[in-house]
Structure formats: structure tokens, C-alpha cells
């Protein structure tokens, strides 16, 4: 695989992780936990930020949604200091 194919890939990979972690943040907005716990199912797998998911995910379990939003603020804040896959 070239390089250029895989710098492809990865940020095609980077933008869909992207895509998954702006749902769970509109879920989470809107109050649907369960559609929020599946979306971070999905995260989790796919995540570096895995011992953040957990957090969010103890908090979503309990129905702590303030909990939960302020972890989606700190993952948001990590994103966008990590903005691309290169860094």
C-alpha cells in the first residue's frame, strides 16, 4: 500500500470517527441516552480515548446526563487539540 493511500485512509478513518463522536454529542443534546449508548458502543471500539468513553459510559448508565455532557465537553476539547492523524 502506498503512502499515499494510506494517509488516505487514515483520514478517511479520522473523518468518520469524527462523524460518530458529532452524533453522540447530538444525542447526548437532545436526551437520547440509549441512542447515545449506542453510539459509544461504536466509539469505544474504534477510540484511543477509551478510559473516557467508560467514564461516559458509567455516566450514561446511571442517567447522570450532566456527567455525561461534561465528559462529551472534555472529548471535545481533546479533539480539537488532536484535530488531524498526522499530530
Do not use: C, Y
Amino acid at each position: 500500500m502506498s503512502t499515499s493511500s494510506i494517509s488516505s485512509s487514515m483520514h478517511s478513518q479520522w473523518q468518520q470517527f469524527q462523524q460518530e463522536v458529532q452524533k453522540l454529542g447530538q444525542d447526548l443534546a437532545s436526551g437520547d441516552l440509549s441512542a447515545a449508548q449506542a453510539d459509544l458502543v461504536t466509539l469505544r471500539s474504534e477510540s484511543q480515548f477509551s478510559q473516557l468513553f467508560d467514564q461516559l459510559g458509567r455516566d450514561m448508565e446511571s442517567g447522570d446526563l450532566p456527567g455525561a455532557q461534561s465528559d462529551f465537553f472534555l472529548l471535545q476539547q481533546l479533539l480539537e487539540n488532536n484535530s488531524s492523524p498526522e499530530r
